[in-house]
């Protein structure tokens, strides 16, 4: 079973284009996390969210809007694409413990 | 969260047991050391955790200092799977609210025949 899964694997889009990656966790867990990974590998922190409320805010364009459903899916939404925005996307999850864990990446290539 | 420092790249010959070192000299009290590794551009995978006892799970060990300056990632034998960067963190835990993980460059383990 996937523990949290992300779709879709591979985005490959124009500029200018809106976007939206999902994430899923079945962990039950109430928080849960999207990160960015840039073409130098650095991985960083963009939003996350608690029981559906946002808790985290890095410093982020408003162009990305995340979204949470319900505890067990957050969404990622991108207007307006810019090349910039090209990276692997990662959600992540934690529960009680705060040991958080990562879905496989949403790859985004931007042209 | 306190800063950590680990060597760019480490070789290690498969079998042998590889000892991944981290320095996180500014720690405060209510910090734990966690770990995770990357396998080529997969989601990062928790591997282990600790405050300031050593801790050991199916995966790895982890070793850390007493005075919690610095801790060292035991992996007993090493196989070519385990091929990956592996990132120390610093985060407090039991905050009331999560609280990100803030990754540095880590280390480039090559496991080698």
């Known amino acids: 079973d996937t523990a949290v899964s992300q779709t879709p694997k591979y985005l490959v889009t124009q500029m200018g284009n809106d976007k939206s990656i999902k994430c899923e966790q079945n962990l039950g867990h109430d928080t849960m996390y999207w990160y960015k990974q840039d073409s130098k590998k650095f991985l960083k922190i963009m939003f996350s969210?608690?029981?559906?409320?946002?808790?985290i805010n890095e410093t982020v364009p408003n162009r990305f809007s995340p979204k949470s459903p319900d505890k067990a899916h957050l969404n990622l939404h991108i207007n307006s694409l810019e090349l910039g925005d090209s990276a692997v996307y990662f959600c992540?999850?934690?529960?009680?413990?705060?040991?958080?864990?990562f879905g496989p990446g949403t790859r985004l290539l931007v042209l | 969260d306190a800063k950590t420092t680990q060597p760019p790249s480490m070789d290690c010959a498969e079998g042998r047991a590889a000892n991944l070192p981290c320095n996180h000299s500014t720690i405060s009290g209510n910090e734990y050391v966690y770990w995770y590794r990357q396998i080529h551009s997969q989601g990062p995978q928790y591997i282990i955790h600790g405050l300031k006892n050593n801790e050991t799970n199916e995966m790895a060990s982890l070793i850390i200092t007493e005075d919690r300056k610095s801790s060292t990632l035991i992996l007993p034998h090493a196989t070519l799977r385990d091929t990956a960067v592996y990132y120390c963190i610093v985060r407090s835990v039991n905050t009331g609210t999560a609280s990100k993980l803030t990754f540095g460059t880590g280390t480039r383990l090559q496991v080698t025949l």
């Open positions: 992540a999850s934690s529960g009680p413990s705060e040991t958080q864990y």
């Open positions: 969210y608690n029981n559906k409320e946002l808790i």
